[in-house]
T-cell receptor, first 110, second 114 residues
C-alpha cells in the first residue's frame, strides 16, 4: 500500500509567509520523517517525529502528527527564497524501510 | 558533520551493460539502503542491508540487482544488464538503528541508460 501522500502538490508563497503542507498515510507507523530536496539534488533530512509524539519543532519548522487520523503536517514559518524545494514525508514502519510520498513543491517568491 | 557519499555523481551506460554504483555510508551506521527516484516520481525503496545480508527488498529489486559490502566502508549496488527503465537517480542511505534514528541520504547517482 502507498504511504505518505502529500497535499498540496504545489505551493507558491511570498517570502516571509508561512508554508503548510500535509501528509496522510495508511498503515501504522514507527515514525514519520520529513525531507527536503532541491531540484535534481539529494534528500536532506529535516525532522523525525515518533509515533508517540504529537508535535516537534526545529528552528523554523514545526511538525505535527495525528496517529488517529494518520496524518502529519509540516509548517515552515517566515519562509525564505532558500526554502524553495520539494518536501517529502516518509513513513517508517516495522518493515524497516522508508515509504515516501509524491512530495509538495514549494516556491517562495522574493 | 559525517555524511554519506556516492560515486559517480552521473553514470551514462548503454542498455545491457553492467553498472556498479558505490556508496560510503556513515562510519558508525549499521543499516544501509538503496532507493531510486525516476525523474518526476516519488522516491522508491529498493533494498535494505544489515549484518552483511539483505533484510528486505522491494519487487523492483529483481535478479538483475545485487548489493554488496565488499569491505568495511563501501556499499555497492550492481545492475547486471541495464534497461532503459533503470534510468533514475539512485540514493544510498544509512542509519544507526532503524525506527529510532533518521536515515541519512547521499547526494545520489544519476544513472542514464541509452
Amino acid at each position: 500500500s502507498q504511504q505518505g501522500e502529500e497535499d498540496p502538490q504545489a505551493l507558491s508563497i511570498q517570502e516571509g509567509e508561512n508554508a503548510t503542507m500535509n501528509c496522510s498515510y495508511k498503515t501504522s507507523i514507527n515514525n514519520l520523517q520529513w525531507y527536503r530536496q532541491n531540484s535534481g539534488r539529494g534528500l536532506v533530512h529535516l525532522i523525525l517525529i515518533r509515533s508517540n509524539e504529537r508535535e516537534k519543532h526545529s528552528g523554523r519548522l514545526r511538525v505535527t502528527l495525528d496517529t488517529s487520523k494518520k496524518s502529519s503536517s509540516l509548517l515552515i514559518t517566515a519562509s525564505r527564497a532558500a526554502d524553495t524545494a520539494s518536501y517529502f514525508c516518509a513513513t517508517f514502519s516495522n518493515d524497516y524501510k522508508l515509504s515516501f510520498g509524491a512530495g509538495t513543491t514549494v516556491t517562495v517568491r522574493a | 558533520e559525517p555524511e554519506v557519499t556516492q560515486t559517480p555523481s552521473h553514470q551514462v551506460t548503454q542498455m545491457g551493460q553492467e553498472v556498479i554504483l558505490r556508496c560510503v555510508p556513515i562510519s558508525n551506521h549499521l543499516y544501509f539502503y538503496w532507493y531510486r527516484q525516476i525523474l518526476g516520481q516519488k522516491v522508491e525503496f529498493l533494498v535494505s542491508f544489515y549484518n552483511n545480508e539483505i533484510s528486505e527488498k522491494s519487487e523492483i529489486f529483481d535478479d538483475q540487482f545485487s548489493v554488496e559490502r565488499p569491505d568495511g566502508s563501501n556499499f555497492t549496488l550492481k545492475i547486471r544488464s541495464t534497461k532503459l527503465e533503470d534510468s533514475a537517480m539512485y540514493f544510498c542511505a544509512s542509519t544507526q538503528r532503524p525506527g529510532d534514528y533518521e536515515q541519512y541520504f547521499g547526494p545520489g547517482t544519476r544513472l542514464t541508460v541509452t
